[in-house]
């Protein structure tokens, strides 16, 4: 189950349903970057802090556009390393997603039975991502060929 679990954490970071996150800026205040450059920000602005970007960071995630599961596991664990809001699929600080737990479980639930139950084959070219839309999903149709399992007969 960790590794599962591992899986769909990688899946969120490179596909984000959420795009990016949005906040009002109730007074004004200054960001300075790594790299030292300054930002005033005015109250009153809309500041958009993308997902699909800062998941991707590379002094973040070694390889970050590799798919690669155990970069969260024991020794890793790149989602925290860079501090608490380098992995940020469901959010962070005070608005941060309170249905994570039961998402990853629905998720695992689903997973953990096609997986056991069925031979799945993509037989379509693999999608490209559909960005024009609020949240992110594969572009055009998506066709799996899937069999069921022949389950060993319980003695
Ligand atoms: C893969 C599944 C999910 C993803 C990727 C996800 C992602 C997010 C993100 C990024 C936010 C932060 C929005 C922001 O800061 O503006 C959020 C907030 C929230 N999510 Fe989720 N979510 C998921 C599933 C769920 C589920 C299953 C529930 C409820 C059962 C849920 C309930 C909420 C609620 C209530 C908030 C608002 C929290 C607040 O503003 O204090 N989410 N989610």
Not at 134 to 141: F, L, R
Request: charged content about 25%.
């Amino acid at each position: 189950m960790d590794t599962l679990h591992r899986c769909v954490k990688e899946v969120l970071r490179l596909h984000p349903p959420a795009m990016m996150l949005l906040r009002h800026a109730r007074r004004s205040f200054t960001v300075r970057t790594r790299e030292g450059n300054v930002y005033d920000v005015p109250k009153g602005r809309t500041v958009a802090s993308p997902l699909v970007i800062h998941n991707r960071l590379p002094h973040e995630y070694r390889d970050p556009e590799t798919y690669e599961p155990d970069r969260f596991g024991p020794g890793r664990r790149e989602d925290i390393a860079g501090g608490a809001f380098s992995y940020t699929a469901f959010g962070g600080g005070r608005h941060a997603c309170v249905g994570e737990a039961f998402a990853y479980m629905q998720i695992k639930v689903i997973w953990s039975h096609l997986l056991r139950n069925f031979e799945m084959e993509m037989v379509s070219p693999f999608p490209e991502t559909d960005w024009n839309v609020v949240m992110p999903g594969p572009k055009g149709k998506v066709m799996l060929r899937y069999n069921r399992k022949r389950m060993p007969a319980a003695a």
